[in-house]
């Protein structure tokens, strides 16, 4: 702090505050995100330490078919780092305990009841057709995740095979991105408004599927989250989400969603 | 039941009534001037201001409408209680003896967010997961205290220059070109025994108790003397350093792209002149130089940034060597000057910001939420001063910048994450006042007066421009207050030497022989209090502290005496005259306990508590918050309510107090009162719906 001569108060406050915080001054937040999932006849804790990722295992999961409860976070500040790992037992502890009082019956509920479903062939059909539908390798590739999504939920409701699952997941091309190290990524989804579909996007993904989430549990009907990734460099997310939404429109197009529609009301009727 | 649902504080530090009033009628403020046409307000727009007139005093009594005395949060830092020349860091809501009104929002099931609010704000001291709360560590800027990883850089490139060469802020003296004296003469932030103790405390437990006296472990010892015309309570916000580049133009060689083949080079340095980044400078389709291009290396395709005109770039990421790892950053840059042959570049590149940074955000994943789609945080900008070229082509329009993210920041929480409530600052104003504001009144070897008089009118218009980024809420049913903690005034008098920024004051006191330094053997000044002669110091802004036996270590006036030395002092401060213009310098002098009148008794301000004279205290902190100064600038905070449940009256008769925002805002969305409230509501700016309903 030697250098600090005459430095205004307002700057000499910050220079103070960021000494200060070099030693554990204000305490670090620690938090822990985690959801309880059903998949392959094996029930799951899932927490991570960041948003982010827990977000992009919950998406996942989903695109395997797993059953999934919303996730929840808990978190406590402390002063010492030292203090991490037994912060982050308890926190575990805590959402276990809370996901299990909150939402356990419903999933036990869930796994019996998609467990006693009988497979049949119509599911697998529309997403057959629907990916039939598609010529061009190049339109394939930019619906590839929605796919994903869809077969997902329809295997975690025992309405298509494993096998038919993992069939149509290896017709699918794999994407990849040379963008580099330093990445953004644009989410939406689609969901089902006063007789239209609206589309919604962000470039948190986390707060993608915190919104889609809500909007379920509201009652909406959604298609699953599709991403797209830029290079960081490139305009910024406010300007980049028209841009995003118009290829939101071209993977969740009107055939798509109409298949939404047609596998939503197949679910009503199985369940 | 009628009641506010919705709740906006925009906070902007440092903006006063009178110049608001002046340009509002210029008709170069229209947002404002509509809100106060919808809304209630003084006609001449002011509040009465808490004492002293200080950031985070202020702030707190905005969020507690407690008084300082009461909530305890009397300056930027508060007295240490073992050393009477020693401060602890104040900007810690550990400190603050209030309940905080967001507190109690998000406890009644409000989603509220606290923007940068440096009152009492950080750490947050609700967990209420309904609070969301953004840094308030310091007044500057969100992240400034702990993101800022690679000083500013002012860049020359000339085919003139024999060699390239980066000078770094810390070998040479890059302090502006209209630096003051330095003002901070001694400073000392304790060291190692006292982080054992910190230590200590923290492996024990993290216990309320030990948490609320880690203060403690914050100790600072500074002595100002008051060499010049700074006092460290504003003058000298000009002397900032920063790297300054000198670099080669010359024929572009060893790129491993295509480049134009008229193309020039040169080189900048960044990361505190470990990496070199290689520019082009390129002519456009008429032939004359106008472009400049950065690049990481000569291998890359694309640059970092392309520079053109007058447009800051913003949102430039590259890296920075941060303990021998590189850490992505990002920055802003702008071209001051391009010659049009291209002999010639002066750029600016702000301090480069850590992208990963989250530690000021809680919960933190807003921080990302925030960064990802609103753009990343502004890097704070310290250039400026009499400079007028830094001043308005930098220090003002990165504020402006930074303003607009602000602002689509605080929509996007309000859209995306539902907030409720928001309470939220900006330091724009205040800021750019302690920069330039003092140069708007003539000065001698700067320049014209009225170059700095129409950047503060452009400061102002720009402030506009961010409440009007929120107008939208009032047609959602939001309900918005516009304030500040203090104005900004033009002094056109010396500034009186009592009172300090960050430290003890010798000026006035040494004069007075009240505090006495120790001597060496040649009867020089030490910077060091001689506590067997001192009866008395001055520290930080208002508060002289008495050096009292059984009460300080090395207390010499005996309690029964207190009384008499305390009436000694006062009278001695009443009768003495600037010698640089032979004036009285305060306004006025009281006893702790009288000081009750301004708030500001207790156990947290000092033994005595001063007011320095109008004229003579800087763009604010010492004295009264009724001043007025220079060019119709004044002290006084501004007050402007607007929106659902406010009544429509732009001349409001009662005084606005600054105790009464927090009642005023928790009677209107029927939240309790924070408990220790000083204030009461407003309720001749309230509807009838809502009184009536509190009254049965």
């Given at each position: 702090?030697?250098?600090?001569?005459?430095?205004?108060?307002?700057?000499?406050?910050?220079?103070?505050?960021?000494?200060?915080?070099?030693?554990?001054?204000f305490?670090?937040e620690?938090?822990l995100?985690?959801?309880?999932c059903?998949?392959?006849?094996?029930?799951?804790?899932?927490?991570?330490?960041?948003?982010?990722?827990?977000?992009?295992?919950?998406?996942?999961?989903?695109?395997?078919?797993a059953?999934?409860?919303?996730?929840?976070?808990?978190?406590?500040?402390?002063?010492?780092?030292?203090?991490?790992?037994?912060?982050?037992?308890a926190?575990?502890?805590?959402?276990?305990?809370?996901?299990?009082?909150?939402?356990?019956?419903?999933?036990?509920?869930?796994?019996?009841?998609?467990?006693?479903?009988?497979?049949?062939?119509?599911?697998?059909n529309?997403?057959?057709?629907?990916?039939?539908?598609?010529?061009a390798?190049?339109?394939?590739?930019?619906k590839v995740?929605?796919?994903?999504?869809?077969?997902?939920?329809?295997?975690?409701?025992?309405?298509?095979?494993?096998?038919?699952?993992n069939?149509?997941?290896?017709?699918?091309?794999?994407?990849?991105?040379?963008?580099?190290?330093y990445?953004?990524?644009?989410s939406?989804?689609?969901?089902?408004?006063?007789?239209?579909?609206?589309?919604?996007?962000?470039?948190?993904?986390?707060?993608?599927?915190?919104?889609l989430?809500?909007?379920?549990?509201?009652g909406y009907?959604?298609?699953?989250?599709?991403?797209?990734?830029?290079?960081?460099?490139?305009?910024?997310?406010y300007?980049?989400?028209?841009e995003?939404?118009?290829?939101?429109?071209?993977?969740?197009?009107?055939?798509?969603?109409?298949?939404?529609?047609?596998?939503?009301?197949?679910?009503?009727?199985?369940d | 039941?009628?009641?506010?649902?919705?709740?906006?504080?925009?906070?902007?530090?440092?903006?006063?009534?009178?110049?608001?009033?002046?340009?509002?009628d210029?008709?170069?403020?229209?947002?404002?001037?509509?809100?106060?046409?919808?809304?209630?307000?003084?006609?001449?727009?002011?509040?009465?201001?808490?004492?002293?007139?200080?950031?985070?005093a202020?702030?707190?009594?905005?969020?507690?409408?407690?008084?300082?005395?009461?909530?305890?949060?009397?300056?930027?830092w508060?007295?240490?209680?073992?050393?009477?020349?020693?401060?602890?860091?104040g900007?810690?809501?550990?400190?603050?003896?209030?309940?905080?009104?967001?507190n109690?929002?998000?406890?009644?099931?409000?989603?509220?967010?606290?923007?940068?609010?440096?009152?009492?704000?950080?750490?947050?001291?609700?967990?209420?997961?309904?609070l969301?709360?953004v840094?308030?560590?310091?007044?500057?800027?969100?992240?400034?205290?702990?993101?800022?990883?690679?000083?500013?850089?002012?860049?020359?490139?000339?085919?003139?220059f024999k060699e390239?060469?980066?000078?770094?802020?810390i070998?040479?003296?890059?302090?502006?070109?209209?630096?003051t004296?330095?003002?901070?003469d001694?400073l000392?932030?304790?060291?190692?025994?006292?982080?054992?103790e910190?230590?200590?405390?923290?492996?024990?437990s993290?216990?309320k108790?030990?948490?609320?006296?880690?203060?403690?472990?914050?100790?600072?010892?500074?002595?100002?003397?008051?060499?010049?015309?700074?006092?460290?309570?504003?003058?000298d916000?000009?002397?900032?350093?920063?790297?300054?580049?000198?670099?080669?133009?010359?024929?572009?060689?060893?790129?491993?792209?295509?480049?134009?083949?008229?193309?020039?080079?040169?080189?900048i340095f960044?990361?505190?002149?470990?990496l070199r980044?290689?520019?082009?400078?390129?002519?456009?389709?008429?032939?004359i130089?106008?472009?400049?291009?950065?690049?990481?290396?000569?291998n890359d395709?694309?640059?970092?940034?392309?520079?053109?005109?007058?447009?800051?770039?913003?949102?430039?990421?590259?890296?920075?060597i941060?303990?021998g790892?590189?850490?992505?950053?990002?920055?802003?840059?702008?071209?001051?000057?391009?010659?049009?042959?291209?002999?010639?570049?002066?750029?600016?590149?702000s301090?480069?910001?850590?992208?990963?940074?989250?530690?000021?955000w809680?919960?933190?994943?807003?921080?990302?939420?925030?960064i990802?789609?609103?753009?990343?945080?502004?890097?704070?900008?310290?250039?400026?001063?009499?400079?007028?070229?830094?001043?308005?082509?930098?220090?003002n329009?990165?504020?402006?910048?930074?303003k607009?993210?602000?602002a689509?920041?605080?929509?996007?929480?309000i859209?995306?994450?539902?907030?409720?409530?928001?309470?939220?600052?900006?330091?724009?104003?205040?800021?750019?006042?302690?920069?330039?504001?003092?140069?708007?009144?003539?000065?001698?070897?700067?320049?014209p007066e009225?170059?700095f008089?129409?950047?503060?009118?452009?400061?102002?218009?720009?402030?506009?421009?961010?409440?009007?980024?929120?107008?939208?809420?009032?047609?959602?049913?939001?309900?918005?207050?516009?304030?500040?903690?203090?104005?900004?005034?033009?002094h056109?008098?010396?500034?009186?030497?009592?009172?300090?920024g960050?430290g003890?004051s010798?000026?006035?006191?040494?004069?007075?022989?009240w505090?006495?330094?120790?001597?060496?053997?040649?009867?020089?000044?030490?910077?060091?209090?001689?506590?067997?002669?001192?009866?008395?110091?001055?520290?930080?802004?208002?508060?002289?502290?008495?050096n009292?036996?059984?009460?300080?270590?090395?207390?010499?006036?005996?309690?029964?005496?207190?009384?008499?030395?305390?009436?000694?002092?006062?009278?001695?401060l009443?009768?003495?005259?600037?010698p640089?213009?032979?004036?009285?310098?305060?306004?006025l002098?009281?006893?702790?306990?009288?000081?009750?009148?301004?708030?500001?008794?207790?156990?947290?301000?000092?033994?005595?508590?001063?007011?320095?004279?109008?004229?003579?205290?800087?763009?604010?902190?010492?004295?009264?918050?009724?001043?007025?100064?220079?060019y119709?600038?004044?002290?006084?905070?501004?007050?402007i309510?607007?929106?659902?449940?406010?009544?429509?009256?732009?001349?409001?008769?009662?005084t606005?107090?600054?105790?009464d925002?927090?009642?005023?805002?928790?009677?209107?969305?029927k939240?309790?009162?924070?408990?220790?409230?000083?204030?009461?509501?407003?309720?001749?700016?309230?509807?009838?719906?809502?009184?009536?309903d509190?009254?049965?």
């Open positions: 702090m030697e250098n600090a001569g005459g430095y205004h108060r307002d700057i000499f406050s910050g220079m103070v505050a960021t000494e200060l915080a070099k030693n554990g001054y305490g670090e620690y938090r995100y985690g959801f309880l059903w998949l392959n006849n094996e029930k799951k804790l899932i927490t991570a330490e960041k948003i982010e990722e827990c977000a992009k295992i919950y998406v996942d999961l989903i695109e395997q078919g059953l999934v409860t919303p996730y929840i976070n808990y978190g406590e500040r402390v002063n010492k780092p030292e203090k991490k790992e037994k912060t982050m037992i926190l575990k502890e805590k959402i276990y305990d809370s996901l299990d009082e909150k939402y356990g019956k419903e999933l036990e509920d869930n796994i019996t009841k998609y467990k006693q479903k009988v497979i049949n062939s119509t599911a697998s529309i997403l057959r057709d629907y990916y039939l539908s598609i010529e390798a190049s339109a394939m590739r930019v995740q929605a796919l994903k999504w869809l077969a997902g939920h329809c295997k975690k409701r025992g309405l298509i095979s494993q096998k038919n699952y069939c149509l997941l290896g017709l699918l091309p794999k994407t990849e991105s040379d963008l580099g190290e990445i953004k990524q644009l939406g989804f689609a969901w089902y408004t006063d007789n239209r579909w609206k589309y919604y996007t962000n470039a948190f993904l986390p707060t993608v599927v915190e919104k989430v809500q909007l379920q549990k509201d009907l959604t298609s699953g989250i599709v991403s797209k990734e830029y290079n960081l460099n490139s305009k910024p997310a300007e980049l989400k028209v995003f939404q118009e290829y939101l429109g071209t993977v969740l197009d009107d055939e798509y969603l109409s298949m939404v529609q047609k596998l939503d009301e197949m679910f009503l009727k199985e | 039941m009628a009641k506010a649902d919705k709740v906006l504080v925009l906070g902007l530090d440092g903006m006063e009534p009178l110049t608001t009033r002046r340009l509002v210029a008709g170069k403020m229209p947002n404002t001037k509509k809100l106060i046409e919808m809304g209630a307000a003084k006609k001449g727009l002011e509040m009465l201001g808490a004492m002293p007139t200080i950031t985070p202020q702030w707190t009594t905005l969020a507690t409408g407690a008084y300082p005395g009461t909530h305890g949060v009397t300056d930027f508060n007295q240490d209680p073992d050393s009477l020349d020693t401060i602890i860091y900007l810690d809501s550990r400190l603050c003896q209030s309940e905080l009104l967001w109690v929002t998000a406890e009644a099931g409000k989603k509220t967010l606290v923007w940068h609010w440096p009152g009492s704000s950080w750490p947050p001291t609700s967990g209420s997961e309904n969301y709360v840094d308030g560590t310091q007044p500057a800027s969100p992240n400034y205290s702990i993101a800022n990883i690679d000083i500013e850089k002012y860049i020359e490139a000339s085919k003139g390239t060469k980066f000078i770094s802020h070998e040479a003296d890059n302090l502006g070109d209209s630096a004296d330095c003002v901070i001694k000392e932030l304790e060291g190692e025994g006292e982080k054992n910190f230590d200590r405390l923290n492996e024990i993290d216990n108790e030990l948490q609320l006296n880690r203060y403690k472990m914050a100790k600072i010892k500074n002595f100002d003397f008051h060499l010049g015309e700074g006092t460290g309570l504003g003058m916000l000009d002397k900032i350093p920063y790297d300054k580049i000198q670099s080669v133009i010359s024929e572009p060689s060893s790129w491993k792209i295509d480049i134009p083949t008229d193309a020039l080079e040169f080189s960044v990361s505190g002149g470990k980044r290689p520019c082009l400078i390129l002519k456009n389709a008429q032939g130089y106008d472009t400049v291009s950065v690049y990481k290396s000569k395709d694309q640059p970092l940034v392309t520079l053109t005109g007058d447009t800051i770039a913003t949102d430039i990421l590259d890296e920075v941060e303990n790892e590189k850490v992505l950053t990002t920055s802003f840059y702008k071209i001051l000057e391009l010659a049009p042959d291209g002999s010639k570049v002066r750029m600016w590149k301090t480069a910001y850590k992208v990963d940074c989250d530690n000021r809680s919960p933190k994943p807003i921080y990302k939420d925030i990802e789609n609103c753009g990343y945080v502004p890097p704070f900008t310290q250039i400026g001063g009499s400079n007028i070229e830094f001043s308005r082509e930098i220090l329009p990165v504020w402006r910048l930074n607009l993210w602000q689509r920041a605080i929509n996007y929480m859209e995306e994450q539902g907030i409720d409530v928001v309470f939220s600052h900006t330091h724009s104003i205040d800021h750019q006042a302690h920069q330039y504001w003092n140069y708007a009144m003539q000065k001698e070897g700067t320049p009225t170059e008089q129409a950047l503060i009118d452009r400061t102002y218009e720009d402030a506009d421009e961010y409440i009007g980024q929120f107008m939208h809420l009032l047609d959602k049913g939001w309900t918005i207050f516009i304030t500040s903690d203090h104005g900004e005034q033009i056109y008098k010396p500034i009186a030497k009592l009172g300090s960050s003890v010798l000026g006035v006191m040494k004069d007075l022989g505090t006495v330094l120790k001597k060496d053997e040649k009867g020089n000044e030490l910077p060091e209090i001689d506590w067997e002669k001192t009866k008395a110091v001055c520290i930080r802004t208002s508060f002289i502290w008495i009292l036996k059984g009460r300080n270590p090395n207390g010499i006036v005996d309690p029964k005496d207190k009384d008499a030395v305390e009436d000694a002092i006062i009278d001695s009443y009768t003495y005259k600037d640089r213009i032979g004036e009285r310098i305060i306004t002098a009281l006893k702790n306990r009288d000081a009750i009148l301004l708030g500001l008794d207790g156990p947290e301000t000092g033994d005595i508590i001063i007011m320095n004279r109008e004229g003579m205290v800087g763009e604010h902190g010492s004295g009264l918050s009724t001043y007025t100064g220079y119709g600038t004044s002290v006084a905070p501004i007050f309510a607007v929106g659902k449940g406010i009544v429509n009256n732009p001349d409001l008769k009662r606005v107090r600054q105790v925002l927090a009642p005023t805002i928790a009677a209107m969305m939240v309790r009162m924070p408990k220790h409230c000083e204030g009461a509501p407003l309720y001749q700016i309230i509807s009838d719906d809502i009184t009536k509190f009254i049965e």
